[in-house]
């Protein structure tokens, strides 16, 4: 039942989240913690991100092959699992990028004229 | 298990990843401020449900369905581990069950559907001419060579057309007298096959002329009689005392004609072009055999239609010797196969129904475990696993068992394979190359997953009903099993029925076999021994034979203790020769004379086979070629053919010479009783004999009555050497084992339907007895209660035993019922038994009932020993 739960978040948010993670893998590799926290930061605390999601999101994203996966030893001389955008993720990124300014494009046009829907 | 170890790296890994995820999250607010037990625990919840986390991204890694099934495989396999002596049951049940299959199928495969060895097999025909008269028992008979020459002439449809005899030779190999299998071909015979030699060049046209004496060799010979020598085209070797040169060396593997023995040697019908009277311008002279390779896009029925016009057109031509024959035109495989199609498909019928025997014991015995599993099913379907979830599982647990099953099945079948080699009667097409190859494992596995599937569904689809709510009741067992009780004992009922057909089925043939094993073949076989030598015509011309076989028949019988004279063919010796004749009477034309089976015999041969005399004197040596010409007829021919009245001195003239220029008129000197001659099933056949100084037209065997077989032989083997030692004898053999092989395929269709029989005759006594058993158990504490109200003993073991004579007693009537239509399939392998013979039927269902008597008595008697005490407190 729990499970359950998840994957409909998960269905909500997917293609905004792979978006949004490819996109916190930009400036260079993190970890699952890291992008988390990152997109918290980046977002002034507006987005939390489930692990629920995060995780089977990289997971995906690392199995379509638009990241890849290392275990480094971090600044805290921790180990951890560190992921990095492959060249087919930077096309990836590219084009959900365009895709998402064209929808919030056509979105805002259409909340910018409340009137005609109404007509 | 190279997916598991992958698997459970990445689920290592996967759990580092939360946990380090975790340390830095816990890190982060421990600098912020928080005491590490507070940030471990806000770390935690904010991180959510762990567990689920992780399982929700391992369904990322696409490994769900087939971790699903493993786990089921491993499970069935643990559970089939906690349960042992089911296990063992329930495999070697359907071991057998898929053992006799696979190892029949083998058999049909070499015999039936395997193709001949040769390229597009399926191209080539047999052409045979047809006996259209009415009264013909043999449609199907041999060809002449004018009739072939003109076939090959005229006929459009094949791409080659060749004819082929198969015979034998004696061949001069390293100064010994060999005789050697081999076949009289026409020259396209290999390019028809599609096998050209590996050494050398095949047969020319113009190598069918009278002289040209060429020979091809197979591979086997070369190697063996010629050191595989490089060299051997164009050198010379002795056949039937000349000189042949041989011109090439089939490749490994190669023959025919398909026959056993394989042939050696390939000569031209060159052979059969010599002499003053050739074979080769007789069109009345029927022995050989013709090939044909379709042209492509040719149908078989093509060429039907046009040999059915060249047929008519020779009826016209050769009213003498072609009225009423006609052509066939068969499949090559098709002919080959033969009469053996029909026993081999009643076998495999009959191990079918061995393997739904086991399916449904193996049924049974899942009902029960079932049933006693179903605590088990009721907590996992209120843990919340689905019914779809759970069928699947039981699913799998009888398809770990089927898969084992398959396999032991597999084992057996291959030892089964060479035991069954060692009884196939001979001469059947692909039964000495038995194996079980590629498509035999097909089949094995096929049937292996549809049985598999169809003894696990009932089950699982049982089990998983399990009430939940009343699975975990006191009396779970009980209740559940209830339930189950009447279709185990529907599924006893029905194996009960297929055991009686089956048993009905291997009883009457027993019968047909003891009384064919038993009939009196009209003379005496005991102490026979019959032996054959091969006599070149080139050195041996007619009277010289004859000179031959006087000298050795004196030589020998002056021999104490041994007498010895000359036949052909034997009685159930497998060949025969039919002759037309002109009756007494008013002369008939060739077209419409009768004809009859022919023997050549030697003076004393009836006396000394025992056969009786109805009338007249046997021959004598003064029956020569001087004497007037004379005949013995059997009792047959004298009803069929001869005029009323004496037999003695009436005249027929049978349609062969050999001095004389026409066929002369024989007088009846002698009636004999009719002997089995071509089975030992048959009615009386008309036969008449002739004198061989008076008609050699064929090999004689030498026949011999002793006391002491080998020694007769010795002498036998003396007597020639010492007339000529380039005479090769062969085929030595005794009557008894002549018999033994005319009955061979009927003693090897009875033995295997016997055993098959008593495979399902076991299977159902387990079947009985397990459902029996399981009512038993079930009952234990009913037992207690009536034992401790003081009932008798004796009144719970009828109560049990009545339990499976009732299943019993339904099964054998509807098997009887069942029985008395399949039985018509047996037809004529039944041998006169009538297939409701009431006597096989009666001792089937005393046979069946005394069998379910014992299965029952077993749980019967421990239910008369149940202690009330425990059975109560057992709940």
């Known amino acids: 039942m729990a499970a359950s739960r998840y994957r409909n978040r998960i269905e909500l948010l997917q293609g905004t989240l792979d978006l949004l993670i490819l996109q916190t893998l930009q400036w260079g590799p993190r970890h699952g913690y890291g992008i988390s926290q990152a997109m918290r930061t980046v977002s002034s605390d507006v987005l939390q991100v489930d692990t629920g999601s995060l995780y089977p999101a990289l997971h995906r994203l690392e199995r379509q092959k638009y990241i890849r996966a290392e275990w480094t030893v971090s600044d805290r001389n921790q180990r951890t699992r560190v992921y990095e955008l492959t060249a087919a993720g930077r096309r990836q990124l590219l084009e959900e990028r365009s895709r998402w300014e064209q929808l919030s494009a056509a979105i805002g046009s259409i909340l910018a004229h409340p009137a005609e829907s109404a007509e | 298990m190279k997916l598991p170890v992958l698997r459970r790296r990445q689920d290592r890994e996967l759990d580092d990843e939360v946990r380090s995820h975790l340390r830095l999250a816990i890190a982060d607010r421990v600098e912020r401020g928080e005491t590490p037990e507070q940030a471990a625990r806000a770390a935690r919840r904010e991180f959510g449900n762990v567990t689920v986390v992780k399982e929700v991204t391992r369904e990322m890694w696409g ?57 597009r097999p399926e191209r080539l025909v047999d052409v045979s001419g047809v006996d259209k008269r009415p009264e013909a028992r043999i449609r199907s008979v041999s060809d002449s060579w004018p009739d072939f020459f003109d076939w090959r002439a005229r006929a459009r449809s094949f791409q080659h057309l060749s004819a082929y005899n198969p015979t034998a030779f004696t061949m001069m190999l390293d100064g010994r007298a060999v005789h050697v299998p081999g076949a009289v071909v026409s020259s396209d015979i290999f390019s028809t096959l599609g096998v050209q030699p590996a050494i050398g060049r095949a047969f020319r046209l113009d190598e069918e002329r009278a002289g040209s004496d060429v020979a091809v060799i197979s591979d086997t010979l070369w190697r063996s009689e010629f050191g595989a020598a490089a060299g051997i085209v164009g050198t010379t070797t002795s056949v039937n005392s000349r000189p042949f040169t041989i011109v090439g060396v089939m490749p490994p593997g190669f023959r025919y004609p398909i026959s056993s023995p394989a042939p050696l040697i390939w000569i031209t019908v060159a052979e059969h072009a010599r002499g003053d009277d050739p074979m080769t311008t007789q069109r009345g002279a029927h022995f050989i055999k013709v090939l044909g390779r379709l042209r492509a896009g040719v149908p078989v029925a093509a060429a039907q239609a046009e040999m059915d016009a060249i047929a008519a057109a020779q009826e016209k031509e050769f009213p003498e010797d072609n009225a009423m024959r006609g052509i066939k035109v068969t499949p090559e495989l098709e002919r080959l196969v033969g009469d053996t199609r029909q026993p081999l498909l009643i ?80 001469g059947v097409r692909g039964l000495d190359e038995l194996s079980i190859d590629g498509s035999v494992l097909a089949f094995t596995a096929l049937v292996g997953l549809i049985s598999g ?52 089925g291997a009883g009457l043939l027993l019968r047909g076999f003891y009384r064919l094993s038993h009939t009196d073949p009209g003379f005496d076989p005991s102490r026979i021994v019959t032996l054959k030598f091969n006599v070149p015509e080139s050195r041996y011309p007619y009277l010289k034979q004859i000179a031959l076989y006087d000298q050795m028949l004196a030589d020998l019988n002056g021999v104490p203790g041994l007498e010895a004279t000359m036949a052909a063919p034997l009685p159930l010796g497998g060949s025969r020769f039919t002759i037309s004749f002109e009756p007494p009477g008013a002369p008939t034309p060739q077209s419409r004379r009768p004809s009859s089976e022919l023997g050549i015999v030697g003076p004393g041969y009836f006396r000394e086979m025992h056969i009786p005399f109805i009338a007249g004197r046997d021959f004598m040596a003064a029956d020569n070629d001087a004497a007037p010409r004379v005949v013995i007829v059997n009792q047959s021919f004298a009803r069929q053919f001869l005029a009323a009245g004496d037999p003695i001195g009436q005249r027929i003239r049978p349609s062969m010479s050999t001095t004389e220029k026409d066929a002369p008129l024989r007088e009846v000197v002698g009636v004999v009783a009719d002997v089995k001659q071509r089975t030992l099933d048959e009615a009386g056949r008309p036969q008449y004999f002739i004198p061989y100084p008076q008609g050699l037209v064929t090999t004689l065997f030498l026949v011999m009555r002793t006391a002491t077989p080998a020694a007769a032989v010795e002498q036998a083997r003396q007597a020639i050497a010492r007339r000529d030692p380039e005479l090769a004898i062969y085929d030595v053999r005794t009557m008894d084992e002549i018999i033994a092989q005319s009955t061979g395929s009927a003693r090897f269709q009875t033995l295997l339907l016997t055993l098959f029989a008593a495979l399902a005759l076991v299977l159902t006594a387990v079947g009985l007895y397990g459902v029996v058993a399981c009512g038993v158990a079930q009952r234990t504490r009913e037992f207690g209660i009536r034992l ?86 057992a709940e």
Not at chain 2, 70 to 75: A, C, G, N, S, W
Not at chain 2, 389 to 408: H, K, M, W, Y
Request: contains cysteine.
């Open chain 2, 453 to 504: 599937l169809a003894f696990g569904t009932l089950p699982a689809m049982a089990g998983s009903r399990t009430d939940p709510r009343r699975g975990f009741d006191a009396d779970a067992r009980a209740t559940s099993g209830r339930g189950h009780g009447r279709l185990r004992s529907i599924l006893a009922i029905a194996e009960t029925a297929i055991g009686v057909m089956l048993l009905v």
């Open chain 2, 788 to 873: 401790a109200l003081g009932a008798d003993p004796s009144r719970v073991l009828q109560l049990v035993l009545a339990q499976g004579l009732r299943m019993a007693l339904i099964g054998v009537s509807v098997g009887l019922v069942a029985a008395a239509f399949a039985t018509r399939l047996l037809g004529a392998a039944l041998y006169g038994v009538g297939p409701l013979d009431p006597a096989t039927f009666a001792a089937v269902v005393v046979t069946l009932l005394l069998v379910a008597l014992m299965a029952s008595f077993v749980p019967a008697r421990r239910a008369t020993r149940v202690d009330p005490i425990r059975a109560l407190r």
């Open chain 2, 63 to 119: 490994w769900t369905a087939i971790e699903q099934l493993l786990q089921d495989v491993q499970y069935g396999w643990r559970a089939l581990r906690k349960a042992p002596g089911f296990a063992l049951v329930a495999i070697a049940t359907f071991a057998l069950g898929i053992g006799v299959n696979t190892a029949m199928f083998s058999v049909i495969n070499a015999v039936m559907l395997r193709p001949l060895p040769f390229p």
């Open chain 2, 347 to 426: 076998l495999l019928v009959a191990v079918g129904c061995v393997l739904l025997i086991a399916c449904a014991n193996l049924a049974n015995l899942l009902l029960v475990r079932g049933a006693s599993r179903g605590q088990e099913m009721a907590l996992r379907l209120a843990l919340g696993a689905s019914r779809r979830r759970v069928i699947r599982q039981l699913l799998t647990e009888s398809a770990v068992l089927s898969a084992a099953g398959t396999a032991v099945g597999l084992i057996l079948a291959a030892w089964s394979v060479r035991l069954l080699v060692q009884i196939a009667p001979a």
